[in-house]
């Protein structure tokens, strides 16, 4: 048998209906063994008990399991949610601050737990992320990457994380590109290089990494593609040379009525 085949509490003890605070909501149908059930350790079944009785909840946000009070705090009356703020458990704090005003968010703005800090960044406006931008947790600044304007974003430009200054390259504005150019890490590099204007790939035409080459050879203006036909990577010299070898098209003269 597994857990959702039998009902065990959170403390590994059988569960039965037998003597059991609830035994009289059972018999109306409020709550169902292997079910619906406060006692089981099983979320699922705690979840639907409060979903069921949603009165009840309340009188659960201090119970010695955190699924528990983790569940109750989603259905409980909303002026008891801020001491959970201060629960011991990250999932606790995190379903009691997603239903109050956003004004506690900042709170947990530097919550130990990085899937409170991560989720907070999600929900709060770009003047109060500030002081997110230098969080320890390279995905929270990657968050911030994403969400937030230039004003913000130009914090994040040399972020010790490559993998946010590539979300950086992807949302910042042109004129910063020929500076990420530059980036000492290729996924950056390509992330600014598939953005620059064509006038401006010639920065690259050297890059040691192939495929920002080949987005040079595919997008760089004609008379500048010449001297990569000997490009030491095979895909770049045939794109080279399906370029040179495509004629240019004739422009179109305006015909005028005799």
């Avoid at 079910?35 to 659960?60: E, K, M, P, T």
């Amino acid at each position: 048998m597994t857990e959702v085949d039998e009902a065990i509490d959170w403390q590994g003890r059988p569960v039965s209906c037998a003597g059991c605070d609830h035994e009289k909501l059972q018999a109306e149908g409020g709550c169902r063994l292997l079910h619906a059930c406060v006692r089981d350790r099983y979320a699922r079944r705690i979840d639907r008990f409060f979903a069921w009785n949603q009165g009840l909840a309340s009188a659960y946000l201090k119970h010695p399991h955190f699924e528990v009070r983790a569940i109750a705090a989603k259905f409980a009356d909303i002026f008891l949610l801020p001491p959970l703020l201060d629960d011991p458990d990250e999932t606790v704090r995190w379903n009691a601050v997603r239903r109050l005003p956003k004004r506690y968010a900042l709170r947990l703005r530097r919550d130990p737990h990085r899937e409170v800090r991560i989720r907070v960044a999600t929900l709060l406006e770009e003047a109060d992320l500030i002081p997110m931008i230098h969080d320890p947790d390279y995905y929270v600044r990657l968050v911030l990457a994403r969400r937030v304007g230039p004003g913000l974003l130009a914090r994040l430009v040399a972020d010790p994380e490559p993998e946010v200054r590539r979300a950086v390259a992807r949302r910042a504005p042109v004129e910063w590109l020929v500076g990420m150019a530059r980036d000492g890490d290729a996924d950056v590099r390509y992330e600014a290089a598939i953005r620059l204007r064509e006038d401006l790939l010639a920065v690259l035409k050297y890059d040691p990494d192939w495929r920002i080459r080949f987005e040079v050879a595919s997008r760089l203006p004609l008379p500048g593609v010449a001297d990569m036909a000997r490009d030491e990577d095979i895909l770049v010299r045939e794109m080279v040379a399906a370029r040179l070898s495509t004629p240019a098209r004739p422009s179109l003269l305006l015909e005028t009525s005799p």
